[in-house]
């Protein structure tokens, strides 16, 4: 086991997907698969195990990549300090699968122009570990109303610090098409005759006819936009990207959810957070 296969590891954990992360690492995944048996071997446990949505961690697994982590980013330090021609500093942070995510990595690229931008995508409870690791500097997190009191636990365990900065309800989205866009009342009894569009845990509760589950968010306007009878629920899209797909949304009683800054510990304001702070907040209050 070499730090190649931690990163490889690592890769699948953050994206949840043997697939996926082949396709980020520029390898087959027949290879990567054999990789993570390899080293599943060596160590004696399980690290993943697969399900209809992708691949998870193991308890032992989590432990595992946890400290799989931790010894990348003690790497990436050393490697900091004794490459002395690198010209650019990296600053990681954390977000959620949103639709505000591509335009706050533009928007820092060009405001931080010496730095190398590391965008990591993660769900709260995985921001909460990277932030506490020091694997990143910040975080932005999305959080379900219903799992406020779960995430404020998690993280004064940690010793970090929330900021929200706007709350919001979840939309029902359909194609312009679907027989559900031009229904006054939508009722569980009409979404259970159709397909339930997820790329994660937040309509889970919701009536439908059989699930389609994807890995990214960005794939689902598109999904919507050829597969008529189905809906997603999540957070709402902007208007362009509804008039692009040809989608539109609806209000429908569901969970809303809270968008914060997560602090780590001894948090002290340099360049980079202070962007990232402010151009956060303008995006997601303003648009």
Same mark, same amino acid.
């Given at each position: ?8 590891m690592t890769e699948v954990e953050r994206t949840g997907s043997v697939t996926k992360a082949a396709a ?34 193991t308890p032992e697994g989590a432990e595992f990549l946890v400290r799989a982590a931790a010894v990348l ?15 650019s500093e990296r600053f990681s942070f954390c977000v959620p699968k949103a639709e505000y995510v591509p ?36 975080? #932005? ?53 159709? #397909? ?38 999540? #957070? ?52």
């Open positions: 086991m070499n730090l190649q296969h931690l990163k490889y980020n690492l520029f390898m087959g995944q027949p290879n990567l698969s054999k990789a993570i048996k390899e080293v599943e071997t060596e160590i004696g446990i399980t690290v993943f195990r697969r399900s209809a949505k992708g691949v998870y961690p980013a003690e790497m990436e330090k050393l490697e900091a300090v004794y490459k002395q021609d690198s010209v335009k706050l990595a533009a928007e820092l690229a060009k405001k931080l122009p010496d730095a190398d931008i590391e965008c990591i995508t993660a769900d709260f409870s995985a921001a909460v570990s990277r932030l506490s690791d020091g694997i990143c500097s910040i975080a #932005a997190v999305r959080c379900p109303k219903s799992s406020s009191d779960f995430f404020a636990a998690l993280a004064n365990e940690k010793k970090l610090r929330t900021e929200p900065i706007a709350s919001s309800e979840y939309v029902l989205i359909t194609s312009e098409k679907s027989s559900l866009a031009h229904m006054e009342n939508v009722t569980p009894t009409v979404l259970a005759s159709l #397909a339930r569009i997820s790329y994660n845990d937040v309509s889970s509760e919701l009536p439908c006819s059989r699930n389609v589950m994807l890995d990214d968010i960005s794939d689902c306007p598109e999904l919507l936009s050829e597969l008529y009878d189905s809906y997603m629920v999540s #957070a709402p899209l902007s208007d362009d990207k509804l008039d692009r797909y040809g989608l539109v949304s609806k209000k429908y009683p569901a969970s809303g959810y809270t968008d914060y800054i997560l602090y780590p510990q001894g948090y002290k304001p340099d360049e980079y957070t202070n962007e990232f702070v402010n151009t956060l907040k303008r995006i997601i209050t303003n648009g």
